[in-house]
Structures are given as C-alpha cells and as structure tokens.
C-alpha cells in the first residue's frame, strides 16, 4: 500500500515538473488586439482629414456626390433659403460654358445651387455652379473662359481659394461679384448679386463649396458650413 502510495507521488511530481518546464519555455506572446485596431507600427491608422482647400479635387465624382457636395440653403451666409432651382441635378454643359459660348471641352458633369435672400429690402441672390472635367487642363480652359470680362474688376479678397481663384465686381449699380475657383479638375462659380462690390458673400460659399467636395473626395460627409469659413477666417486674422 506505501508502495502504491510512493508511485503515485512520484508520477504526480514528475507530472508537475513538466508542467513548469514547459511554461518556462513557452514563447511570451502579446494578446492578439481587437479586430480593426491599428497595429502599433501606426500600419492602418486613420489619418484625420484637414479642411484645407489647397487640396486638389482629383477623384472623378459621381452625380450623387457632386449633388451632396452643394450646401443646402442653410449652409451658406445666415439670410438666404433655397430657391426655386436649388440643388437642380443633373446640371447642363451651358452651366459650365461662356455667355453664349460652347459646351466646354471635357465636360463630365455639373450641378446647381440657388439661394434667395429674405430679411432685407434689397433683392440679393446667390446662384452657385459646380462643374467637374475630365482632367485639369480641360479645367483651366473652361476657368479662363468663363470668367465674366465685360463692365467688371478686379476684387481683393484675404485668400485665394483652391489652386487659383478670381473675384470681379460688376461696375453697374447692383455691384454684383462673381467668384471663380478651379481646383484639380472641377470650377466652381458663384454669383452674389446685389452685392455692392463686397466680395464677402462670394467668397465665403465658394470656399465652403469646394471644402465640402474634399470632404466628400476624402469619402467622409459634406458638412462645412459658411459660418465654419467665416470663423476659420477670423481665427488666421
């Protein structure tokens, strides 16, 4: 009976020694991360999108994009509320084109955004024209064409926006600015009518314009407002 006894302690500890040695020599692993985490070489990692419209537009966009990119009525300057032809989609070659000029070379798309203003006596409105080519020299073109040259001058505005951009005020009584802004392959122009040569209102749904189509190029929501470049601007100052 003490001999059985003595065995099975003697199996027991030999059991118990293997144990430790094993444990001993098993590799020290890190405990796999939860799927989806970013490895810790920063491989995967979501880089944070910078609201920054030096960014060229380059992605060929579809209709239903370029239509998000357009800010509603309430995005643009505090006053206006959409028009009677806001958001009109698909927009039409003539949109992109010269007064009484032709279909612009390269023309892919284009949409329309039209703002009324309310709160004022005077009859001010905004009209906003989004086009996207097929590549960035059919864009120059058409941005170097489109621009309104008769009875209007040159405006100064604190930055341009995207790659390169121009603001003419009308000289007639209404002072009407227009705002032109290329970058990468789309053009973007807003008319302010009724302005009095102020260039404000032109620039600021411009630059939102053409923030909200990177934000939508980077695959995220089109949601810059122009109240959003209105305080980034006083933040430079």
Known sequence: MIRRHLAVATTLLACLALSACSADKAPQEAPSAPAG???????GEVQPFKDDTDVPLTKQLSQGEL???IPDAKDVVPGYYPGSLHKSMPGEPDNCA???????AGWQRSGRGDYDYQGSTLSRELDLYVCQFDN???AKSAYDRWQEREETAPVQVPRRVGEESVFLAYSGS????????????????????DAGGDPTDARTVLAATITRLQQVQAGRPATTTAADITEAERARR
């Open 174 to 193: 209404s002072g009407a600015v227009y705002g032109y802004s290329r970058s990468g392959t789309v053009v973007v122009q807003v008319r302010a009518h």
């Open 37 to 43: 985490t970013p490895s810790a070489s920063g491989t």
């Open 136 to 138: 960035a020299e059919h």
């Open 67 to 69: 239509t998000q990119a």
């Open 98 to 104: 010269p007064r009484k000029g032709p279909t612009p």
